[in-house]
């Protein structure tokens, strides 16, 4: 099968689920080619991008609207012509997303855990600490107590600042003396590892296809690269954000999750740079075409120049 043929299965299954989630891919579409390099589109030029996905120019302006309804985007006119471009609030949110949707497994462990006490906040707040938390990969060990072996300090310094929850929420850590049976047994009611690991198996599945297309075509144009790359990101961070990346000893055996990291690393090596062809050609600022990558772009996945 062609690498063509392969995206357009991969397009044709995504536009056929019941509900096009036409927010969430701009979300993804953002956050992998837009914030790397500028922030800003212009909406027409997103518009006409989105299409190719099965989304109507109603239902992107829709769901821009209620990304900004939301915090995620701030919009700007100029003459007739509307740019819309991340938030602060919409900055560090992508911000704590990139590093763990681009980031490199973690392959060693002191024991240690990060440990939130939740028994000063009230229940409206607790429930946003929780939302918030989980989206670094925080788990509930209890009703009042959040954990996560690993966390990336300065993100959850940021959501402590945001929800204004720094006199009463408790940070504190603590270490793993035994990590046995129980511990692994704890993860995994904690974190439902087993219907995580599913889903990344389903992902290796669905992508399967076009990483084999690729090694025998390693040359793809720069429209069926944008797509694979942006569907490869939407699916890939629908499973990452839930997963809390826990050291080995606590995952189950055969984790799939390895699996799904390498193919999707892989996969992006492969069209990343087609792909941003695409959106010089076809995404427009304010100034004209979308500037150019920041550093931090080629520091993805371990190191794009590869």
């Known amino acids: 099968m062609s690498i063509d043929a392969a995206c357009r299965d991969l397009v044709n299954e995504f536009r056929s689920r019941p509900t096009l989630r036409a927010g969430s891919l701009i979300t993804t579409v953002f956050g992998d080619s837009i914030a790397p390099r500028g922030g800003t589109v212009w909406l027409g030029s997103l518009i006409t991008a989105m299409a190719a996905f099965g989304a109507s120019e109603r239902l992107v302006r829709t769901s821009v609207f209620r990304l900004a309804r939301d915090g995620w985007l701030q919009s700007k006119q100029v003459g007739r012509r509307s740019f819309y471009s991340l938030s602060d609030e919409g900055r560090e949110r992508f911000a704590a997303a990139t590093h763990r949707i681009y980031g490199e497994p973690a392959t060693t462990w002191d024991g240690e855990w990060s440990l939130l006490?939740?028994?000063g906040l009230d229940v409206a707040t607790k429930e946003s600490v929780r939302r918030e938390c989980a989206w670094l990969g925080f788990g509930a060990l209890s009703a009042n107590v959040l954990a996560h072996p690993a966390p990336d300090m300065a993100d959850l310094n940021n959501i402590i600042r945001r929800l204004k929850v720094g006199d009463a929420l408790v940070v504190m850590t603590g270490r793993t003396l035994q990590?046995?049976?129980?511990?692994?047994?704890?993860?995994?009611?904690?974190?439902?590892?087993?219907?995580?690991?599913?889903?990344?198996?389903?992902?290796?599945?669905?992508?399967?296809p076009l990483i084999a297309a690729l090694k025998k075509t390693p040359e793809v144009v720069p429209a069926t690269a944008f797509l694979v790359r942006s569907l490869l990101i939407q699916e890939y961070r629908k499973v990452l954000?839930?997963?809390?990346?826990?050291?080995?000893?606590l995952l189950p055996a055969g984790w799939h999750g390895t699996a799904a990291y390498q193919l999707c690393r892989n996969l992006y090596?492969?069209?990343?740079?087609?792909a941003?062809?695409?959106?010089?050609?076809?995404?427009?600022?304010?100034?004209g075409p979308l500037p150019p990558a920041a550093a931090s772009f080629m520091r993805r996945f371990g190191g794009l120049n590869q």
Do not use: C, H, K
């Open 276 to 287: 941003d062809e695409y959106l010089s050609a076809t995404m427009e600022t304010a100034d």
């Open 241 to 249: 954000l839930r997963d809390p990346q826990l050291p080995a000893e």
């Open 117 to 119: 006490l939740l028994s």
């Open 179 to 208: 990590s046995g049976a129980a511990m692994r047994g704890l993860a995994q009611a904690s974190w439902n590892l087993a219907d995580i690991d599913a889903r990344y198996e389903r992902f290796v599945t669905m992508f399967r």
């Open 269 to 274: 090596l492969g069209v990343y740079r087609q």
